[in-house]
């Protein structure tokens, strides 16, 4: 069950992103009440672009988590889906 909350997140991910501009939705972690998910992105791209449609999709970004290279968005209540946007190098 948990397996097909991460495919149908995954996909809500890739439809807020420029499909040619990702390159890896990574399940990192699941359990009960917490999914886990890494987005890569090439490295030419400006990832702060990311933060208005990611939060479309209900992501909140959590500034003190993020450095310029990696952003850290939260969604959920009960359950929590956590998302680390990142640069490849």
Excluded: W
Excluded at 6 to 22: C, G, N, T, Y
Excluded at 59 to 86: A, V
């Amino acid at each position: 069950m948990i397996h097909s909350k991460f495919e149908a997140e995954a996909d809500l991910v890739r439809s807020k992103l420029e499909p040619d501009e990702i390159l890896e939705v990574k399940l990192v972690e699941e359990n009960e009440t917490n999914l886990n998910i890494l987005v890569i992105v090439t490295p030419d791209e400006y990832i702060q672009l990311y933060v208005r449609p990611l939060s479309r999709a209900g992501y909140t970004l959590i500034p003190e988590r993020s450095t310029i290279i990696n952003l850290f968005f939260q969604k959920g209540e009960t359950f929590k889906y956590d998302l680390n946007l990142t640069q490849a190098n």
